[in-house]
């Protein structure tokens, strides 16, 4: 279901979107107070899970933070990762620690407007899709979206960081 983003349930990601110009499309999905995974919000939203990123924030070796964007159906490498982040290592954030980190909870954390701008990285695959959707900060809530513009607003980098299966 596409839903216009009106001003009542337009989330922190979709109002840097607006305020940046870049032009993007609210998907909104219902849901309890806990996070479903992402290949059920694919399902729900009826959006092919391929272009359904899924955002990871990780901890280097040198306690640096990195974030990490991977289809939804993917699993992260973590030493792929971490070879693209330049670290010995890295090792997911416990879920306690997201909020601080991002201002976001776990199933509604988006690459976009986190507390700081941390180095980011989107599996290559994102040079194959036209769109790209991400969590719109808020669990129920997504934005479709230029995969381009999106990672120049974020200064993102591209890697071959997930498992292969």
């Known amino acids: 279901m596409v839903v216009k983003a009106v001003a009542e ?86 879920v306690s620690e997201i909020t601080g980190l991002t201002n976001y909870v776990r199933g509604g954390c988006s690459p976009v407007g986190m507390k700081k701008l941390y180095p980011t990285f989107f599996h290559r695959t994102v040079d194959d899709i036209s769109s790209v959707v991400v969590s719109a900060g808020k669990i129920g809530y997504q934005v479709e979206l230029d995969p381009n513009e999106l990672l120049k607003l974020i200064n993102a980098a591209k890697a071959d960081i997930i498992t292969e299966v």
């Open 9 to 94: 349930n337009k989330t922190n990601v979709m109002r840097i979107l607006s305020q940046k110009k870049i032009s993007y499309t609210a998907h909104e999905y219902p849901h309890g107070d806990t996070a479903v995974d992402g290949i059920t919000v694919a399902k729900i939203t009826g959006l092919p899970p391929e272009i359904v990123f899924k955002t990871l924030v990780c901890r280097g070796a040198s306690k640096a933070v990195y974030v990490f964007c991977i289809p939804v159906s993917a699993e992260l490498d973590l030493k792929k990762a971490a070879k693209a982040a330049g670290e010995k290592s890295v090792a997911m954030v416990p």
